[in-house]
C-alpha cells in the first residue's frame, strides 16, 4: 500500500474545546483514484491497528481478496492519538516545541470522524462506496454513516455497537488504572508506562478471545503446577503490544472508544440509527462477548433495511480479524 501524509492547514478544533495545530494524518492507500470514476473503499481500523490494513486484515484485503480490487481506490486512515504517523501524544506541540505526552487532548469518535470527512474533501471524494470497520472502526463507520448520509453508499459494521457499553467501559477503566499504576506513566519520555501497558493488555487479551479458545490452543499437557503455557501466552501478548504501541496513545483511545454514542444530541441511539440511508451490513461473531451479537441485532434492527448476519467462530472479539475469509465471501455477496 502506498504512504501518504496529509497536514491540516488550519487548526482542528476538537470537541472538548482544544484546537490542535498542524495535526496531520497518516494513511495508506491501493490502487488509483479518478475523480467522479473509482470504486472508493474506505477502511477503519481498531484500538492498535495501523492505517496499514492489509497487514491485519490480510484474509480481507488483497488485490485477490473481497476488498483491495485492481478496479477500487482503496484507502485507511491512521487515527489521530495513535502512534503509527498520524498526531498523536508523542507528537511534537507545535506551540511548545515539546512532545504533547500526558497534555495530549482525548479525541472523541466524533472527532476522528470529522477529522477523516476533512481529509476526503481534501481529495476530493464524493461518494464512499464501501465503509468498513470491526469493533473500535465500526464505531468510526456508524457515526460517519449518520454524519453523512449522502456520502456513504453501503456499509458494513463488524463486532461492534451502536454506543459503548458499561461493561465496555468498565473494562477500559481497568486497564486505564493498570497503566496509571506504573510509575513512570506521566513521565516525559516515549516508554513511559510501558509494564503498565503490558498489564492492560492482559485485561483486554481477557476479553477478546473466548474460553473455548483460550482452553483449546493454551491448556497443558502434563501435570505442572506453575509455569502454565497460557501464562507465557499472556506475557508474549503484552511484550508484543510494548514493542509496538504506546501507553499514552493506548490510555487516549480507551477514553475515545468510552465517548461513543450515535444518540448523544440526536433524540436517542434508535432516532439516529434510523437516519442512515447506506444500505447496511451488520456481522457478529457468535462467541465475542466483549461486543456480542445482541448489539450487532440491534443495529440491524434499527437501521433501515439492513442485514444481520453471525458468523459461528470460537475466536471470540477477535473473530472480526481471524474470520477474515467468511467475513469477505459476505462482503463479496453484499457488495457485489
Known amino acids: 500500500m502506498k504512504e501518504n501524509l496529509y497536514r491540516f492547514n488550519s487548526d482542528f478544533q476538537t470537541e472538548s474545546g482544544i484546537a490542535i495545530s498542524g495535526m496531520e494524518l497518516f494513511y495508506c492507500t491501493s490502487g488509483e483514484y479518478i475523480h467522479g470514476k473509482s470504486r472508493v473503499v474506505w477502511v477503519c481500523h481498531a484500538l492498535t491497528a495501523s492505517a496499514d490494513c492489509e497487514s491485519w486484515w490480510p484474509d480481507l484485503i488483497g488485490t485477490d481478496k473481497a476488498l483491495g480490487k485492481a478496479n477500487e481506490f482503496l484507502i485507511c486512515v491512521n487515527i489521530p492519538s495513535s502512534c503509527y504517523g498520524s498526531t498523536g501524544p508523542l507528537s511534537v506541540n507545535t506551540k511548545t516545541g515539546e512532545k504533547y505526552y500526558s497534555e495530549f487532548p482525548v479525541f472523541t469518535v466524533r472527532d476522528i470522524v470529522n477529522a477523516m470527512i476533512e481529509l476526503r474533501k481534501h481529495l476530493r471524494i464524493d461518494n464512499i462506496d464501501l465503509l468498513i470497520g470491526g469493533s473500535m472502526g465500526g464505531y468510526q463507520c456508524v457515526e460517519w454513516a449518520i454524519m453523512e448520509p449522502q456520502v456513504v453508499k453501503n ?16 473494562i477500559h477503566t481497568a486497564q486505564r488504572l493498570a497503566i496509571e499504576t506504573d510509575p513512570s506513566f506521566g513521565g516525559k519520555h516515549d516508554d513511559a508506562g510501558s509494564k503498565g501497558l503490558k498489564t492492560a493488555r492482559a485485561i483486554g487479551m481477557l476479553t477478546y478471545r473466548s474460553y473455548e479458545a483460550f482452553v483449546a490452543a493454551q491448556s497443558d499437557d502434563d501435570d505442572r503446577t506453575d509455569n502454565f503455557k497460557v501464562s507465557s501466552y499472556i506475557h508474549y501478548q ?76 470460537p475466536f471470540g472479539h477477535d473473530g472480526f480479524l481471524v474470520e477474515g475469509k467468511i467475513i469477505g465471501e459476505y462482503v463479496n455477496e453484499f457488495f457485489a
Open 238 to 313: 503484552g511484550d508484543k503490544l510494548v514493542n509496538r504501541f504506546n501507553a499514552y496513545s493506548y490510555w487516549l483511545l480507551t477514553k475515545t472508544m468510552d465517548s461513543h454514542n450515535v444518540g448523544r444530541g440526536r433524540a436517542g441511539v434508535e432516532s439516529a440509527l434510523k437516519s442512515i440511508t447506506a444500505r447496511t451490513l451488520c456481522i457478529g461473531i457468535s462467541s465475542d462477548f466483549l461486543c456480542p451479537v445482541k448489539e450487532q441485532k440491534f443495529l440491524a434492527e434499527n437501521i433501515p433495511g439492513a442485514t444481520f448476519i453471525e458468523i459461528d467462530s
Open 155 to 170: 456499509l458494513v459494521l463488524v463486532a461492534t455497537g451502536a454506543r459503548e457499553s458499561a461493561w465496555g467501559i468498565a
